[in-house]
């Protein structure tokens, strides 16, 4: 099983952006598809954004499609969100998670990002 481990988050004004990593270890990082989930105070955690082993093919959920970013370097075992134009409902604890199939296999701890107005 794959350990993931998440940075990057923080408080940024509306429009901001940020920069999300999470880092893996454990087993062979490139042949997970990798995830960000996000769950809001008294919400459930919801998808953000997934790519596929390869880095080949991303699919985002439509509340951040043309301002998310993800990304994937299989060389450093890292996952990257990258989150422009953000605005005050991107505030949550944002999780990457490794997927087998459809299945998440690991979640990360989560990181905290809070979108002042």
């Known amino acids: 099983q794959v350990q993931l481990v998440e940075s990057g988050g923080g408080l940024v004004q509306a429009g901001g952006s940020l920069r999300l990593s999470c880092v893996a270890s454990?087993?062979?990082?490139?042949?997970?598809?990798m995830a960000w989930f996000r769950q809001a105070p008294g919400k459930e955690r919801e998808f953000v954004a997934r790519?596929?082993?390869?880095?080949?093919?991303?699919y985002y959920a439509d509340s951040v499609k043309g301002r998310f970013t993800i990304s994937r370097d299989n060389a450093k075992s890292t996952v990257y969100l990258q989150m422009n134009n953000l605005r005050p409902e991107d505030t949550a604890v944002y999780y990457c998670?490794?997927?087998?199939?459809?299945?998440?296999?690991?979640w990360g701890q989560g990181t905290q990002v809070t979108v002042s107005s």
């Open positions: 998670a490794a997927r087998v199939g459809a299945l998440v296999e690991s």
């Open positions: 454990g087993r062979t990082f490139s042949t997970y598809t």
């Open positions: 790519i596929s082993s390869a880095g080949g093919a991303t």
